[in-house]
């Protein structure tokens, strides 16, 4: 009988680009209905055999790695965190890694970082950059005003994680105090540059947040939510954020994006943009006012990594 397809499932994360990803997972696997599967719980999945595609951003719960011996992986534009290196490049994580290779990579980051522990790696890019606009346009498909996604919101105050306890969590309560004058100014003064720029645009202007919370809006919900992003990011004119998953969608659809990069300069933030830059445009907010009332082009998106993506897709699927 033949393995179920999964995807990762994120019953307890915030951010609308984790279900962003798995949607563009969902999209090779249909007509099937995929198992939806925890990323920070594969250690636990005890059901039958399944083929997960493992693309998204690893991980909140390292410890948790490797996953269950119920899943057989296929590692494509997988990012690995700094912040998880060392729990999950354990003996046991690498020779996992080892057992799976090659692993395609969402960043040039973490294709170095494996190739630094003998893992053999390559940069694959993200999936996202296999949606097609058609599947989010309705009506005669014509592209209207400006999407203003979740904006500079790494330079806003960082608030505490629940898994961060005992003396770590009061030492990260002391320094967020210290930072958060300085934030508050650094985002005031990064949004009047982004007003600035939108003012000379005659279109309307949304703004959206990518952040929903999983204490208040159900899976389903978030997921729903997701689907209406990637539908609004289809019928934009131009498409701003400070999020990667509203911008890599954005250069599928051929959508005009400007990624601000503001308060992306820590390690744990640069390593997945290593390479995004082929897709989108990256810019500071203090370099908008030379940007004037111009909008980017669109990037081409290589037919070599969409094309590797439909081979090696097609292939671990039918398996």
Known sequence: MKNKPAVLGYPTSNNLGDFIQSI???RWILPDKPIALNRDQLNNYRGPQVKLVMNGWFMEQPENWPPSVNITPLFISFHL??????????SAGINY???HQPIGCRDYYTQKTLEKY?????FSACLTLSLKRSSFT?????????????????????????????????????????????????HKKAMKRLD????QFDQEIQ???????PETDSELERIKA????LEAIANAKLVITSRIHTALPAAAFGTPVLFLSDGLEHPNQKSRLQGMESFFTIMNTDKLKYQGSQIPEPKIISKVILNRFEKELKSFLKE
Do not use: C, H, W
């Not at 203003?148 to 002391?174: A, D």
């Not at 600035?196 to 003012?199: C, D, I, R």
């Open 207 to 213: 703004f959206r947040t990518q952040l929903m919370s």
């Open 24 to 26: 563009a997972t969902s």
């Open 138 to 186: 309705k009506g005669n498909g014509n592209r209207e005003g400006i999407l203003v996604i979740s904006p500079l919101e790494r330079l806003l105050p960082q608030r505490e994680k629940k898994i961060i306890r005992g003396l770590k969590s009061i030492l990260f309560k002391g320094v967020q105090k210290i930072k958060q004058p300085l934030k508050i100014k650094k």
């Open 97 to 99: 890694f080892k057992k």
């Open 196 to 199: 600035a720029y939108l003012s």
């Open 81 to 90: 965190n700094p912040t998880a290196e060392k729990a999950m490049l354990t």
């Open 226 to 229: 997701a689907e209406d992003q």
């Open 118 to 122: 003998g893992i053999e790696a390559y």
